[in-house]
């Protein structure tokens, strides 16, 4: 809180209790024109009359006590910038806490601690609490199951775009990923004309059904712009490239952002930038090994040892 705002609020402080105490000392205080306690001196509509009797001692003097107290409190915790006597903050009551319960969370999180995800991953508490994290935090993206949605992987299927191994997820999820498609917008067309985003868009689509090209010329305009752009990352078959975390192409269900005409065209020209965010300094790698080993439970492993990448 600045200076400014911190005068602010002890100037409307001092306000309202001077106004308190004001009311109460004009309304205790008997006048001499005041009718006696036992006097109906105030008449209204003709026939309604009251006793002018004053409020009770005691209930005046706890209305004194509270007004004394407040005063005290802010003695005591402070306002704005002005430190109390008790050296008292939120913030620091809020760390105490913090500290207190990181503590706990520690203790409860130590047995996992180290573990492999895939060696977590057959423990049903570790899963559990993976499932609990992974709803709070992983949710907002890849779905409460996991299935994700256009822009954010499925995570029950065996396509992994940066590896499937314990190894790579656990670092996926730790130290997050930037996956980087550059936009072929203007240097496509500057090599194959007009029609190369259309050739380069119709030889993906051949990748995965060789079989069902229907113009065969504009596949074979199109491979030739992959070979000289493309390879580096898709690799000279387009299974891709974990590494980079480039798609492999080869699979439709692997193409993140869809596998349509449209989609495609515009993932090419426009290009794309996908962004899985660190975890490590979000949860601490314990809680990031144990939304890995729930993450492991999600999606098959015929040899149980690892997930094959496409």
């Not at 107290?69 to 105490?96: C, D, K, N, T, V």
């Not at 380069?200 to 712009?225: C, F, I, M, N, W």
């Not at 387009?238 to 596998?259: E, I, S, V």
Request: charged share 20%.
């Amino acid at each position: 809180m600045s200076w400014g705002w911190t005068w602010f609020v002890v100037v409307l402080t001092a306000l309202n209790i001077g106004g308190c105490v004001w009311l109460l000392m004009a309304n205790t205080r008997r006048r001499a024109t005041d009718p006696k306690p036992d006097e109906t001196g105030h008449v209204w509509d003709g026939d309604l009359t009251e006793y002018n009797k004053p409020l009770p001692r005691w209930w005046i003097n706890l209305f004194y006590i509270t007004i004394v107290f407040s005063i005290g409190y802010l003695i005591w915790y402070g306002i704005g910038r002005f430190a109390g006597y008790g050296h008292w903050s939120s913030q620091a009551e809020w760390a105490q806490e913090k500290a207190a319960e990181d503590a706990r969370l520690e203790d409860a999180l130590k047995p996992y601690a180290g573990k492999p995800i895939d060696e977590l991953a057959k423990d049903p508490k570790a899963v559990a609490l993976g499932r609990t994290i992974f709803a709070n935090n992983c949710a907002g993206c890849h779905g409460s199951t996991g299935h994700g949605a256009t822009g954010f992987p499925n995570l029950t299927d065996d396509v992994w775009y940066w590896g499937g191994t314990p190894d790579r997820i656990l670092e996926t999820i730790l130290d997050g990923r930037n996956a980087v498609m550059p936009p072929w917008g203007q240097v496509l067309p500057a090599q194959g004309g007009p029609t190369a985003i259309d050739d380069t868009v119709a030889y993906v689509q051949s990748l995965p059904h060789p079989d069902a090209v229907a113009d065969k010329a504009a596949v074979e305009r199109g491979q030739k712009l992959f070979a000289a752009n493309c390879v580096a990352c898709h690799g000279p078959d387009g299974k891709g490239n974990p590494l980079l975390g480039a798609h492999d192409l080869t699979q439709p269900r692997a193409w993140l952002y869809g596998a349509s005409k449209a989609a495609l065209t515009k993932t090419i020209t426009e290009g794309r930038n996908g962004v899985m965010p660190a975890w490590r300094p979000v949860l601490g790698e314990t809680r990031v090994r144990l939304v890995g080993a729930y993450v492991w439970t999600l999606s098959p492993h015929p040899d149980q040892t690892s997930k094959t990448t496409p």
